[in-house]
Nanobody, 127 residues
């Protein structure tokens, strides 16, 4: 099982970025993908997840209405479109999966439940 996160970078406040999480060793039709983020000195925070079969989604309140998670089954890749970015969104973003955890808001609050993690991609929001 491997997760490869990419797409981070430097963006001005109000700008947009799209993160990608390429999965290998398993199918996105079988297990969900979640995005987490961690800023310096802060705990890892759940951002969003997308379920396996139905494609249903969940979002943290802090990003609802600004971030959109989606997936491309053909590429076995999940995307996180981030709009209206602000400095509070700056963090290292990680994608993760777990074979026993469903895509639920409660799961996003418990990153310790996830067994598989990508390497993280840095998002910096600054003028």
């Amino acid at each position: 099982v491997q997760l490869q996160a990419s797409g981070g970078g430097l963006v001005q406040p109000g700008g947009s970025l799209r993160l990608s999480c390429a999965a290998s060793g398993f199918s996105l039709d079988s297990y969900h993908i979640a995005w987490f983020r961690q800023a310096p000195g802060k705990e890892r925070e759940g951002v969003s997840c997308i379920s396996s079969n139905s494609g249903s989604t969940n979002y943290a309140d802090s990003v609802k209405g600004r971030f959109t998670i989606s997936k491309d089954r053909a590429k076995n890749t999940v995307y996180l479109q981030m709009n209206s970015l602000n400095p509070e969104d700056a963090a290292v973003y990680y994608c993760a999966t777990d074979f026993e955890t469903p895509c639920q808001i409660e799961a996003l609050r418990r990153p310790q439940r996830y067994d598989y993690w990508g390497q993280g991609t840095q998002v910096t929001v600054s003028s």
